[in-house]
């Protein structure tokens, strides 16, 4: 059984990176499952669209968890209400649309969990991540509620992020930060047997600052003038991480960091 997770795809370049990638991906790594982070897929990279959606799915993503850019695109108010597969994190303010869990059936028949959270440093505003996470603990159980469990943590700091790997671990298949779009070089089993990494890195053009153009990022830092913030149209690296999980326990056999073309294609 083999999980990929893939990191914030960002903008057009990121998107037809996955387009035309993921079906060949899943089939040569036998992946029975496949999530991926779009809250900065639309075109501009925020947010996401209902038509975006639509093409991810169709290209094999079985889950889409999103973060603090989830309502860029008005439309995802109301769409999120109408499709399941599509996440917010779990931690925001109460009521709003859409859910932060599910539970989801693999090509394979087994039952994922899916949770989306966000981290509370340098965020919008949100409820406790750690509250939150303790609360979902003591609701779902591994190989009871589900046979695997997947969370997203889309948070700042990596401090947060490692501390929510250590309360998961044992208790989650994966645990793997999203956000700082920059792929982290930790990939590896916690001593309870989830797998986890700190950031999964973006799929997105790297010759960029964070999947955004370069120029106009930089001349923000400079204080110079600078036009609407865009993405960058570059070719697209794939980044994320493959879980070979065991089906008696739910947890992880092995994880491996994942990348794939673009700028970062020689690290692999
Ligand atoms: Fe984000």
């Given at each position: 059984m083999k999980i990929l997770f893939l990191g914030d795809v960002v903008g057009i370049s990121g998107r037809s990176m996955v387009l035309s990638n993921l079906l060949s991906k899943i089939k040569n790594e036998k992946i029975d499952f496949v999530v991926i982070n779009g809250e900065n897929a639309a075109d501009a990279g925020m947010g996401i669209t209902e038509e975006v959606c639509k093409d991810l799915f169709n290209c094999g993503v079985d889950v889409i968890t999103t973060g603090?850019?989830?309502?860029?695109?008005?439309e995802t108010m109301s769409h999120i209400e109408k499709e399941n597969r599509l996440l917010r994190p779990?931690?925001?303010?109460?009521?709003?649309?859409?859910?932060g869990f599910g539970i989801f059936t693999a090509k394979n028949g087994m039952n994922i969990g899916v949770l989306n959270l966000m981290g509370n440093?340098?965020?919008?505003?949100?409820?406790?991540a750690f509250e939150a996470a303790e609360k979902f603990i003591k609701k779902y159980e591994l190989k009871v509620d589900y046979d695997f469990l997947l969370v997203d943590f889309h948070a700042e700091t990596t401090s947060e992020k490692v501390a929510m790997g250590h309360i998961f671990d044992g208790k989650a298949t994966l645990v793997v930060g999203t956000h700082t779009h920059i792929p982290t070089n930790d990939a590896r089993v916690l001593k309870g047997g989830t797998a986890y990494q700190t950031d999964a890195g973006m799929c997105g053009d790297y010759d960029s600052v964070i999947g955004m153009n370069k120029d106009n990022s930089i001349n923000k830092f400079l204080k110079k003038k600078s036009t609407k913030h865009f993405a960058a149209t570059g070719d697209a690296s794939l980044c994320g991480v493959i879980v070979e999980c065991?089906?008696?326990?739910?947890?992880?056999?092995k994880v491996e960091n994942f990348i794939y073309g673009g700028e970062l294609k020689n690290s692999q």
């Open positions: 603090n850019h989830v309502w860029d695109q008005k779990k931690n925001l303010f109460e009521p709003s649309p859409g859910r440093v340098f965020m919008k505003k949100c409820e406790d065991d089906i008696e326990t739910g947890l992880a056999k």
